[in-house]
T-cell receptor
Framework: GNSVTQMEGPVTLSEEAFLTINCTYT??????LFWYVQYPGEGLQLLLKATKADDKGSNKGFEATYRKETTSFHLEKGSVQVSDSAVYFC??????????FGQGTRLTINP | DTGVSQDPRHKITKRGQNVTFRCDPI?????LYWYRQTLGQGPEFLTYFQNEAQLEKSRLLSDRFSAERPKGSFSTLEIQRTEQGDSAMYLCASSSDRGPIYEQYFGPGTRLTVT
């Protein structure tokens, strides 16, 4: 089945630093890919998506590009804020309904 | 608040006891999902309902686990004869078949500790 491997954390950065969280996937075919985020004390929520190769998903200053040739979907943000502190999950979809999550990367941004 | 709600938020039980969790999805959502998340890992799919029909079950869902969604609204997840390995966060999510499949809305989870 599909699987997702993402950069191990925790990651600690200073405010306004550049962020990259690496994610690679294995799958049969070309699944849609997503980043979900879990802010402290809140439920998981969809951050951004890319449904086919070369798509770029973006939201809240975050971006990720679906790269078929490297089977990657790295999350980037040019200038992080303290409010971006959260756990980030790289996710693919298997079959019709099943989300397949990476192990999560805890990000802490210091002022 | 019209999001996904789960009850209880925390449950501590002794090994061998039965526990039941409840999930109330967003009211207009006809799809409901259960996931399990252990410490330091991402959520793992357990089962999925379309209305009241349970359409898919993971191999993770042993015979001790049962899920129901009797009227196509709220759902319950029961674990019988709990084991220490059942300690985890149990997450519920819902989505609408009028929206993208991948856009699932998650509840806050029920944290189970088996002592």
């Amino acid at each position: 089945g599909n699987s997702v491997t993402q950069m191990e954390g925790p990651v600690t950065l200073s405010e306004e630093a550049f962020l990259t969280i690496n994610c690679t996937y294995t799958a049969t075919g070309y699944p849609s890919l997503f980043w979900y985020v879990q802010y402290p004390g809140e439920g998981l929520q969809l951050l951004l998506k890319a449904t086919k190769a070369d798509d770029k998903g973006s939201n809240k200053g975050f971006e990720a590009t679906y790269r078929k040739e490297t089977t990657s979907f790295h999350l980037e943000k040019g200038s992080v804020q303290v409010s971006d502190s959260a756990v980030y999950f790289c996710v693919s979809i298997q079959g019709a309904q099943k989300l397949v999550f990476g192990q999560g990367t805890r990000l802490t941004i210091n002022p | 608040d019209t999001g996904v709600s789960q009850d209880p938020r925390h449950k501590i039980t002794k090994r061998g006891q039965n526990v039941t969790f409840r999930c109330d999805p967003i009211s207009e959502h006809n799809r409901l999902y259960w996931y399990r998340q252990t410490l330091g890992q991402g959520p793992e799919f357990l089962t999925y309902f379309q209305n009241e029909a349970q359409l898919e079950k993971s191999r993770l869902l042993s015979d001790r686990f049962s899920a129901e969604r009797p009227k196509g609204s709220f759902s319950t997840l029961e674990i019988q004869r709990t084991e220490q390995g059942d300690s985890a966060m149990y997450l519920c999510a819902s989505s609408s078949d009028r929206g993208p499949i991948y856009e699932q809305y998650f509840g806050p989870g029920t944290r189970l500790t088996v002592t």
